[in-house]
């Protein structure tokens, strides 16, 4: 006898094979369910970067200084202000550069200690740590600490003094040093962290992609050109947009070793904002706030894009 | 454009609920102060706690004066640490939140009050005794005419240390003008010492050679301030005196006067190399005189060794400011009984307890009734200039704008700026500040 099965029947008893026999209202109670356990994330979204955002925003386009209890909608004044006044091109400028070479320092010797440091034994563990421990430092700690070594007359330059006698070069105190130092000293701080990252990304590598290459003859340089820097691209885009986005945010390093001197030469925007501040000028002071704000946007989304686009490519 | 006002608390609120449209509409309060009107000739009431936003370096004299008034009064002052190096900025963060300290000391320049709005924020002390005594009434603690501030003292003095020995080896005199000052710099470095010591990496002391000690001349009855003030004087007048002080710096560092490291070297530092003979002068104010104290051996071997004197572009003017430290404002809170309690600490300050607060303190009174005491040493030296008849007050505590300035004088000590660029920068501060201060 032939059971003649209807294709309609086939399919829905197919599919009801593969599909979980889960009623589509309970399913839809499970996801429902979980979404609580999004609400203390959103609620911190909101409450601290969020809110203060928008209050940021709304406070950059308005009178709001200590001279009066009023404060009043000025359109954009405060930006127009700030821009003649030479403070936020100058500072924007110092800022993006500091941000380049801390985020070049960092992700350079982290990738160094990272290939040196891959292999999980004991010895480097405790490189790992040592290398880690500038990262717990107070970065106004880390920054006093190298002010000393900088000074003109500091342990840096007086072994530098055994090759050159009366070395004293001011680090500190020349303008285009002094940046670089800020910038390096934000690196050396913050390199343990992005170690970290790098290693784990070099482990996530499959060996038999590497063996392969041993076999067919890839040296050192090769192998880590060709298969691990491509491979290690989630890594990068991790590591290079952390690094320079929080390098915008630097204030407490500068203050600790040049108060934005010498001059304004390391003037970056938050020390701006601190200046403006500081003389009751909070509108502008939120202005510039909300510039920085506008400058992690416009450079981490294309950053970003650009960065994923690679590792698609890897 | 129409412009709409409202109070601080309402639009931050707003601010944070909407971007534009909470700007069209909303009404507050008058920014965390109160009106109500406090009788100051009234008895003040007893067992009431006040707070007090104090710096955190006050020194004994100014803590005991706290506690000798609980004592008196049966009142008690709760401390409020803020920490000294960065308290204006700590005390506009905490005000701007409409935070508020029934007692504050603060600085008493007409400028930094106005930054805190204190003539609709604090207390008029006008009615209090101290009032017609005090030597610094009409420059500082006032606004137009009403007294908001007690400055009991310290006063600060700008002046010149000088090592005498160092100068007695190039066989000069403390110098007290420019042109004097050029002639020892020329005469010390043929000594190997270095003449000036500059404390650039402190950016303050940047401010006190150009500005603070240089426009002494210029600033009697505080003319230059208040003209820059109301825009009639431009700081950048290329031949005004502010560009003559600053291209004053520029002759010295071209002439090597200044040490190698004036753009690092911390006022610390600077101090330690005038006492160490290693600098002949550093200009800084007489606050800094215990830290050279703390550098010599004994008293008497730094009063041996180092005097402080005045300085200015030629005749020698001595310059001084009021301090935060021993200036104290009763901001309006709405609670009468503790604005009251804080106006009574202020009266009892400035009237039963002042004398003692002065022999404690060591300095030169700045209110008639008490007896200054027996300074010697540099402190002799600091209340001689206080209390001759040229001084002036420094030609800073009028100036809108006038933060500014030390990273401005930063920038020619080390060569990134000329005296005219830098003098008009600090006037484009200077009209930002001014332009600011428009009701």
Not at chain 2, 168 to 174: E, M, P, Q, R, Y
Not at chain 2, 335 to 351: L, N, P, S
Not at chain 2, 372 to 387: F, I, M, N, T, V
């Amino acid at each position: 006898m032939v059971t003649v099965t209807s294709p309609t029947r086939h399919r829905a008893a197919t599919e009801g094979a593969s599909t979980p026999p889960v009623a589509g209202g309970r399913r839809g109670g499970t996801a429902r369910r979980w979404w609580w356990f999004a609400i203390p994330a959103v609620a911190l979204t909101i409450v601290f970067f969020a809110l203060p955002f928008l209050a940021n925003a709304a406070l950059s386009f308005t009178r709001w200084t200590g001279f009066s209890n009023t404060i009043s909608f000025n359109g954009l004044d405060n930006f127009i202000s700030l821009f003649r006044l030479g403070i936020l091109g100058h500072a924007t400028v110092v800022t993006v550069i500091y941000a380049v070479i801390s985020m070049i320092a960092q992700n350079v010797v982290a990738l160094s200690l990272a290939k040196a440091l891959q292999n999980t034994n004991r010895i480097n563990s405790v490189f790992r740590s040592i290398y880690f421990i500038p990262v717990l430092f107070s970065p106004l700690a880390a920054g006093y600490i190298w002010a000393a070594l900088l000074d003109p007359a500091g342990p840096i330059n007086q072994a530098i003094g055994f090759v050159i006698p009366g070395f004293d070069f001011p680090w500190l105190g020349n303008e285009v040093s002094a940046l670089i130092m800020v910038g390096l000293i934000d690196g050396w701080k913050m390199s343990g962290l992005v170690t970290l990252v790098y290693i784990a990304g070099l482990n996530s590598i499959n060996r038999s992609v590497v063996e392969a290459s041993v076999l067919d003859g890839a040296g050192g340089w090769r192998r880590f050109r060709s298969i691990e820097v491509p491979l290690l691209a989630p890594a990068f885009t991790f590591n290079i947009v952390v690094t320079l986005i929080g390098a915008f945010s630097a204030l407490d390093i500068i203050f600790a070793t040049t108060k934005g001197g010498p001059g304004d030469a390391t003037k970056v925007l938050n020390v701006a904002v601190y200046s403006q501040y500081g003389q009751g000028l909070y509108g502008t002071s939120s202005a510039l706030s909300f510039m920085i704000a506008l400058l992690v946007i416009v450079i981490a989304i294309p950053l970003i894009w650009w960065l994923r686009r690679r590792e698609v490519h890897a | 454009m129409s412009r709409h006002h409202w109070g601080r608390a309402g639009v931050i609120t707003a601010a944070v609920g909407s971007l534009t449209l909470a700007l069209a509409g909303c009404s507050g309060g008058d920014g965390g102060g109160g009106d109500a009107a406090v009788d100051l000739s009234s008895p003040a009431p007893t067992g009431v706690t006040i707070t007090l936003w104090h710096a955190s370096n006050d020194p004994d004299a100014l803590l005991n004066l706290y506690k000798a008034y609980e004592k008196e009064s049966g009142n008690t002052i709760k401390l409020v640490d803020i920490p000294s190096d960065t308290a204006p900025t700590v005390v506009q963060t905490k005000w701007a939140t409409g935070e508020r300290p029934d007692l504050l000391e603060y600085n008493p320049s007409p400028q930094d009050m106005a930054q805190l709005n204190m003539s609709e924020n604090m207390l008029d002390l006008s009615s209090l005794e101290f009032v017609g005594d005090s030597a610094l009434s009409g420059v500082a603690g006032t606004i137009d005419g009403k007294t908001y501030g007690a400055i009991l003292g310290p006063v600060s003095v700008y002046g010149m240390y000088y090592n005498k020995d160092v100068l007695a080896k190039a066989g000069v005199d403390a110098p007290t003008n420019e042109e004097t000052l050029k002639a020892a710099c020329t005469a010390i470095k043929g000594t190997g010492v270095t003449p000036i010591s500059m404390a650039g990496g402190s950016e303050w002391p940047a401010m006190m050679l150009p500005g603070f000690t240089y426009m002494g001349d210029f600033n009697a009855d505080n003319a230059y301030g208040e003209g820059v003030a109301s825009g009639e004087t431009k700081v950048n007048d290329a031949s005004g005196p502010l560009v003559a002080g600053l291209q004053m710096v520029t002759d010295l560092k071209d002439a090597g006067c200044f040490n190698k490291d004036a753009a690092t070297q911390t006022f610390e530092q600077a101090e330690k190399a005038v006492s160490d003979g290693t600098a002949a002068f550093t200009f800084l104010p007489s606050d800094q005189i215990p830290d050279f104290y703390k550098n010599g051996a004994s008293t008497d071997a730094v009063d041996a060794s180092i005097g402080f004197g005045a300085f200015s572009a030629v005749k020698g003017v001595p310059s001084y400011g009021p301090n935060a430290q021993g200036s104290f404002f009763v901001p309006k809170t709405g609670d009468t009984d503790k604005e009251r309690v804080a106006a009574d600490f202020i009266d009892w300050a400035t009237t039963d307890g002042y004398q003692q607060f002065v022999d404690d303190a060591q300095i030169v009174p700045t209110l008639n009734t008490a007896d200054a005491s027996s300074l010697s040493g540099l402190y002799a030296d600091a209340a001689k200039l206080l209390q001759s008849d040229d001084a002036v007050i420094g030609f800073n505590s009028s100036i809108p704008g006038f933060g500014n300035f030390g990273g401005l004088a930063v920038k020619v000590l080390v060569g990134q700026s000329t005296a005219q660029d830098a003098a008009d920068s600090f006037q484009t501060f200077v009209d930002q500040a001014i332009d600011a201060q428009k009701k």
